[in-house]
């Protein structure tokens, strides 16, 4: 979502602060810190995910954890309705993340 504020291109956007109060470029500016901490988000996840995989491959254990993984997407959903967000996007995010950490626990072993 680089610079179109919302995934529809309108410039919209759910924060603390009234959008009628701040300009354009405000809002741009709140969207740019807001997509920086999703990266710093998914890079501290995939660290923990990546010491998740070295305990696996030291005790011999599978790559694949379908209870681990269902209960993630159970928390996603959950997490997306508490913050009115659609929760079937949010799993699909989600679901990517779960994928490609299994892709690079399977090329780390």
Do not use: C, H, W
Not at 36 to 52: G, H, K, M
Not at 56 to 66: A, H, N, V
């Amino acid at each position: 979502m680089a610079d179109n504020d919302t995934t529809d291109g309108s410039d919209e956007s759910v924060m603390s602060g009234d959008p009628a109060e701040m300009d354009l470029d405000e809002l741009r500016t709140e969207i740019r810190t807001i997509d920086q901490e999703i990266v710093e988000l998914i890079a501290q996840r995939t660290y923990v995910a990546e010491s998740i995989a070295a305990v696996k491959r030291e005790r011999g254990l599978p790559t694949t954890d379908e209870s681990q993984e269902e209960a993630v997407m159970e928390r996603a959903g959950m997490n997306a309705e508490q913050f009115d967000v659609d929760a079937n996007l949010v799993k699909a995010i989600f679901r990517l993340l779960i994928e490609l950490n299994k892709v690079e626990q399977r090329e780390n072993r």
